[in-house]
């Protein structure tokens, strides 16, 4: 590991899985959340389209804008003193082609300060990705299930197709991405692609065998109107703030109503 302050470099994460060790991955979409974060020694804060899920109350990530992505993103660079920054690129800039992606991830560096963005798609976008790489931007590739694809995938299910996933990862490598997310992969294939491949792969859903893990940070801490059951089965729960803060605000209400709160000491004389 680098020192406190000394920020990850892309060439790092190509050291780290060169020498075994495994990259550390966790989104983060506010200030205060990326500063303990980045504290904690976590290697790669992503400012995730997911957030359109765990911050808006959406179904999907498709309605995420770009302005909204820069507003949070903006204020994780901000905290970040050794984590590098990814953000995802929402939809349906890289859809649109590499002109109009070119243009947001262009927007997206400049404006926010992050160091790469994430891209969804393998093979069948590697013009626009590749496009946004020859721009000067860091990519990080997205593989196996993409959540705004998840109209054309037919929902949120594991990838298992192993020709796909291998032709997406070698179209990635080959046109420069420093690294790769795999998302809902058996474990075996992501294994063998970790194996296969020099980017580092970096999964969720995708078992140990990856070079690195990311977790969802409302996820992580059950920071949703969610019960545990109801998390995705490769999700883990270490700290459940929904029933903290609950109980706390629970406690506020109670100590309003009693006129508890406030105390002599906590009012002006
Ligand atoms: O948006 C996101 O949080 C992601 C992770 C699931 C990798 O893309």
């Known amino acids: 590991m680098t020192s406190k302050f000394e920020k990850v470099k892309a060439s790092q994460l190509l050291t780290m899985k060169e020498t075994g060790k495994k990259i550390v991955m966790m989104t983060a979409y506010d200030f205060p959340t990326a500063q303990i974060l980045d504290e904690a020694g976590v290697d790669i804060l992503l400012v995730g389209d997911s957030l359109g899920t765990v911050i808006q109350g959406h179904e999907t990530t498709l309605p995420v804008t770009l302005d909204q992505m820069i507003y949070h ?3 994780v660079t901000r905290a970040a003193k050794r984590a590098f920054v990814v953000v995802d690129m929402p939809f349906p800039y890289c859809q649109l082609g590499p002109d109009e992606a070119v243009r947001a991830a262009a927007r997206v560096i400049k404006e926010t300060g992050a160091n790469g963005v994430k891209i969804e798609g393998g093979q069948d976008r590697i013009a626009t990705i590749s496009a946004v790489i020859q721009a000067g931007i860091p990519v990080m590739g997205h593989c196996g299930l993409m959540p705004q694809s998840i109209r054309k995938l037919g929902g949120y299910k594991i990838q298992r197709n192993p020709d796909q996933l291998d032709n997406d990862l070698q179209s990635l490598q080959e046109n420069g991405v420093f690294a790769a997310v795999l998302e809902c992969v058996p474990k075996q294939l992501s294994f063998k692609m970790s194996q296969k491949y020099k980017i580092p792969l970096i999964g969720i859903g995708a078992g140990k065998g990856c070079d690195g893990q990311v977790l969802v940070f409302h996820d992580f801490a059950l920071w949703a109107a969610k019960e545990p059951q109801e998390l995705p ?11 903290i803060i609950l109980k706390a605000v629970q406690n506020f209400a109670k100590d309003v109503r009693s006129s508890d709160f406030p105390s002599d000491s906590e009012s002006f004389d």
């Open 73 to 75: 993103a903006e204020m």
């Open 233 to 243: 089965k490769h999700a883990r729960v270490y700290v459940n703030l929904h029933e």
